[in-house]
């Protein structure tokens, strides 16, 4: 395939935008960027794809997904993390059955797919959701993911004890034994699309020895970890109850930092902690909207990317959002830095950009592979349609992109050298059928929880 005309977003070391450009992709990577004129010629035979002066940028990676929250959608507004969790997510998600966490999970994929997310990091799949039903929902969407199987064995959160519902919660042998299970079986798979991480549970929910092995078995096999870590208040309190300077100290302590960490949230932190992520490579996802619905905190995003750690982006979940479209939450990236800064120069569109594709593609392992539109990389990438009121005038394809657009402006996308999705309509997943099955599901869920979740005004 030749895709021609398009404003390339290249995101490569140069950061070069190339107007009437020319990606050529064959099999699953990109062959040649250029000039439309020269790929034409030196490419007469490829099935010609007009992106008529749109834009084509590299597919957006989305480092922190609850794939099994995408049913719960609204489900906890206006709440304060530990009472979204007890009251309302744990409850329900310790209701569901493994076809409602397949059945999830595929309305997630649909989402991300439809406004450019092309990779994802699922950082919590537990026992309940069924692992092998939501990596065949991986392999059928055609996306690429890092699954995190949950790890725990204490069924507290920070200091609260005791207070995850029975539904949820595992213990701690089964939990590393089926990570195993699952990484033997998935880790490679779908072309190597998929990896398998482990997903340990937040301080309070993982006893210190259990992480030291989760962090051992990682480094055995290389695999990566993501793990919540000081998200909300109560995170530093309970780090600092226990004797560690911070959470990020903690985590040092039991071998959780490192190339191959991800760490969700990070807002209860400071420059000791920056400079300890930063000195270890560990990255960090930054989760602006979930950050603000629950009133966490403000993520210091401008002093992490200024002492050198690789700051990305995650959507988070349906209840915490409520959506998993990326290009909805960039613009809060900045909007937020400016607020905690007083400052708006300190992290502007362009490095917004990096922080939702490039600086993804590192979490993930795979800065060689994905993340911008190079020769010899995989053909994983994105149109968005310009022709557009709120679009127009594109002064800079970069700022309008990052402060103006919408997920629904994505028209195509192209994953792993295939059409995942072209003119809004999904190739790869059932649309009609998975919205028809979660509609179908997402009340029994509620009423096996025990919760009547509708609307709060009076309903005629
Ligand atoms: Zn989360």
Known sequence: MIFENAMVITMNPQRQILTHGA????????????????????????????????????????????????????????????????????????????????????????????????????????????????????????????????????????????????????????????????????HGAADGRIQVWFGPRTPGGVTPGLYDRISALAKERDMGITIHLSEVREDLDYAQSEGFRSPIAFAQAHGLLGPRSVLAHVVWTDEQDWALMAETGTHVTHNPASNSKCASGIAPVHGMLKAGVNVTLGCDGGPSNNTYDMIRDMRMVSYLANLREEDPTVVPAEAVLEIATINGAKALGLEDEIGSIEVGKKADFILINMDAPHLTPAWDPVSTIVYAAHGTDVDSVVIDGKMVMEGRRVLTLEEDAILEDVRKRYRDVGERAGLDIGPRWPVL
């Open 23 to 186: 990606v050529v992709v064959e099999d699953d990577k990109i062959a040649a960027v250029g000039k439309t004129k020269d790929m034409v010629e030196k490419y007469p035979q490829k099935r010609r794809i007009n992106c008529n002066g749109n834009v084509l940028m590299p597919g957006l990676i989305d480092t922190h997904v609850h794939t099994a929250q995408a049913m719960l959608r609204g489900c906890a507004d206006d709440l304060y993390l530990l009472d979204w969790l007890i009251k309302r997510v744990w409850v329900l998600q310790g209701s569901y059955t493994e076809e409602d966490g397949q059945a999830s999970a595929g309305l997630c994929m649909l989402e991300m797919i439809k406004s450019g997310t092309t990779g994802f990091i699922e950082c919590m799949l537990a026992e309940r959701y069924g692992f092998d039903g939501v990596a065949q929902v991986v392999e059928q969407s055609g996306m690429r993911a890092a699954i995190g199987k949950i790890v725990m064995d204490l069924p507290s959160y920070a200091e609260a004890e005791g207070v995850m519902h029975p539904g949820m919660v595992e213990d701690g042998e089964t939990s590393i034994h089926n990570t195993l299970i699952a990484y033997d079986k998935w």
